[in-house]
Nanobody, 113 residues
Framework: QVRLVESGGGLVQAGGSLRLSCAASGRPFTWYEMVGWYRQAPGKEQEFVARIAYNNGITHYADPVKGRFTISRDNAKNTVTLQMNSLKPEDTAIYYC?????RGQGTQVTVSS
């Protein structure tokens, strides 16, 4: 069974940092062409945050997070991480990891002002 499991969310003050991790089970990340992070805030639609092409490491970011968030991969640990710095209250959302149409259960990120 293929599963993605996110972790690392929590409550942080504005300006703080969090590091989210996405672990894959049942199939290594090298099998996926692209791994991405998405988020959904209360009352809003899901939006793209960042993605990484797993084999060559090319990354792409949504404009609101450019320069603050960094997506990376760790082949040895079979994980994809999202380092989030300079967090803002508008970053508050449930963050999901997704690959090839598979999505994890999400992890809550709350940024207080």
């Amino acid at each position: 069974q293929v599963r993605l499991v996110e972790s690392g969310g929590g409550l942080v003050q504005a300006g703080g940092s969090l590091r989210l991790s996405c672990a894959a089970s049942g199939r290594p990340f090298t099998w996926y062409e692209m791994v991405g992070w998405y988020r959904q805030a209360p009352g809003k639609e899901q939006e793209f945050v960042a993605r990484i092409a797993y084999n060559n490491g090319i990354t792409h970011y949504a404009d609101p997070v450019k320069g603050r968030f960094t997506i990376s991969r760790d082949n040895a640990k079979n994980t994809v991480t999202l380092q989030m710095n300079s967090l803002k209250p508008e970053d508050t959302a449930i963050y999901y990891c997704s690959a090839n149409g598979i999505r994890g259960q999400g992890t809550q990120v709350t940024v207080s002002s």
